[in-house]
């Protein structure tokens, strides 16, 4: 009837939108870079300089993709292990057990915590422990800013790796029993090859939550515009330069930030496409 | 009767090792799947610890205080006055119109995607669309906030721009729920209205979405928690505000925005503990509120 | 052994079960109650009987899978050669007793070649290559695969057929030489002309290794098995020679059972 098609076409208009706004944020995105490409070239992506003096004016973003790259690949490498272990507690050892349920929700709520609030803590407690141990002597640093972004990524990479190692089927695990092997002989020769492809697809959309990451980072990388140097070297962010020079930015300055903006866009949708793509190739 | 393994070490000794590793294995998850919930016990006690001594009837009603009042209150070791409510009041302000924006549209495109399971191709494209959507960095989606709204709209810093943003972020997961929940009510109870002569629209608003109500509530929830933590946009797009403001076109505070606030602040640094203890209960009370709901709802 | 007089009673069994009962968790009702058999060496022995009789769990608990499931309250014992199988590792008793599924179970992500010995490398048992393909030969050939997949060996074994798949998990389990070889329903998702391939196999099989199998179709009892055990509701109600058992049913449960009156 009328209004049957009246709904349907409502829904169609709704769902348009959302294509209206990431085309719009694309299309605003670019638009607005243009000025500083058009300046510096390509030039822009690998140069290091970054002058907002009038007249003298150079931007560059290298050090801040060097810094977004550097500590979420640290935030990978320290979640890996984590991760994994916390998968495979929740999604084979204690599989149905009360202990499963309630770590799970423990995981769950690590994600529920404000990046600003584990960037408080990052900064009153990690970075005092980091000094004390003698490894910096302030504290800040892709180290730093590297451990605090892999505790925030841990529950995005254990969810869904627990959940890929649950599906792997009983008859599986029970005809390596029968050949006589143990648990771990099960969960490494049986589950884990099972499991690989989700498990990666999980490390991946894992790994583009943390590039992203805002507060957490700025509050800790050190804010210098330097490529990293080292593990506990300072540096600086995609996301948190934006933050940070974002309140009096206009003109040239503005568009090189909304630069970096586009840049990190297009890094995390790629990776993100790549994760979810590989989870397709699952199901 | 096994020729081939003669004379290899698989005798007694062999298997005690290996089921020595596996229950070192074992341990060895148990202990790091606990070093992994350490933090949020830790963070927690933190903050509960430091936080609770500002936490009175003040901290609900007084607008935050200059850092004049601030630093003259540190130096006598008084309790810091004044409290957030401006902030308070701008999140509701801001959460709320954000999801005003996002909770009737993310419930259409979750329609549509119901409706279209079959054509893969229309579907397909939106799904695709609306988890890209959720993949982007909050940061980013502040600057589009800046760029479409506070330049074109209110010429200046506001809430609007910032409900912008936290909509944006908000919609994918409300989308995705919404679709969820309506693929597990039974298709009969759909037909069963339809059957009635009832218009489509009508089964949707008396049947299906009261039927999928807890699923759609805790996609809510859910968004709602995601979105009141964020800093990071309101940074680009409200700014802040030493006054309560209820005006969406100006200027105005949050309660992360004051958390970020106090944190760069030196003399209002004890203000930090309280205001992100209030911020993260908050968050966490959401959470675990949805999930309750959640829980009852795959137990029918 | 049990005094029923509805059981034989079977000289030097290979595999000695006396009054094993299980129950899936502290008092609940038990799958199994006080059974008592002896199964004879290289023979094939059948347990059948209607769902939910008890004879998956008899069979599971003669290599110890039921362990894997926790609650499990097993009273009696089971002696494998005289040897007590509680004082053994599960390993060790694993290698000597194979097991093969109802729905064939290849690892999907091994290839042919190491599904076969897919036994030693979960052992984490090191062999030397000629070692390794002399193993895989002789198991592939023992169940008339070899011909078909010789040229396959590193392909995975996902494009076989549901009966070569289950001969590809009976080979996996003659990789260790076992002596005694137990079926669960190995047939049930098979089509006729497979299952009659397997049936074939077993028969021949019987010669060097004991078979315990069980079905839910009397019929292949019938047709392959020495010896067969009638079970109902977590009884062993019937055990003998088939022959026996078929044309001349001491129990009229079990009579009733046969003539389809139920199961």
Known sequence: MKSDKLTKWLLLASSLIIVLISGGMVFSLIGDAIPVFEKFGWRFIISTEWNPTEGREAYGALPFIAGTLSTSMLALMVCLPLAFATALFIGEYFRNSAFSSVLGTLVDLLAGIPSIVYGLWGFYTLRPFVVQLGWDAQGYGIFTAGMVLAIMIIPYATSLSAEIIKMVSNELKEAAYSLG??????????????????????????????????MAVTMLIGNTNIIPKGLFSVGNSMASVIANQFGEADGLKLSALIAIGLLLFIITGIVNAIGKLVIKKLS | MTEATAGRKIGKERISYRMLKNRLFKWGIIVVSGITILPIVLIFGELLLKGYRQINLNFFTEVTPNTLEAMTAMANNEVIPGGIVNGITGTLLIVG??????????????????????????????RNLSDILQGVPSIVLGLIAYLWVVKNVTSGYSALAGSVALAIMMLPLIVRSTEETMKMIPETLKEAGLALGAPYYKVILRVMIPTGFSGLLTGILLGISRILGETAPLMLTTLGNPMINWDPSGPTSAVPLLVWDFYNDPNMVDLVWSSSLFLMGFVLTLNLISRRIAAKQNNN | MTMNPNIDSIDHPVLAIENLSIAYGKGETKAVKDVSAGIKKEAITAIMGPSGCGKSTLLRAINRMHELYADIVTEGQIFLNDINIMEMSTIQLRRKIGMVFQRPNPFPTMSIYDNVIAGYKLNGIGLKKNERDQIVEQSLRNVSLWDEVKDALYKKGTFLSGGQQQRLCIARSLAFQPEVILLDEPTSA????????????????????????????????????DYSMFMYLGDLVEYGSTKMMFTNPRDTKTEEYLTGKFG
């Open chain 2, 97 to 126: 119109m954000a999801s005003v924006i996002a909770i009737p549209f993310g419930i259409l495109v979750g329609l549509f995607l119901f409706e279209n399971q079959g054509k893969r191709y229309a579907a397909g494209f939106i």
């Open chain 3, 190 to 225: 098979l089509d006729p002309i497979a299952t009659s391939r397997v049936e074939d196999l077993l028969v021949e099989l019987k010669e060097k290794y004991t078979i315990v199998l069980v079905t839910h179709n009397m019929t292949q009892a019938a047709r392959i098995s």
């Open chain 1, 181 to 214: 092997a143990t648990r771990l002989e099960v969960v490494f020769y049986v589950i884990l090859p099972a499991a690989r492809s989700g498990i990666v697809a999980s490390f991946i959309l894992a790994f583009g939550r943390a590039l992203g990451e805002t």
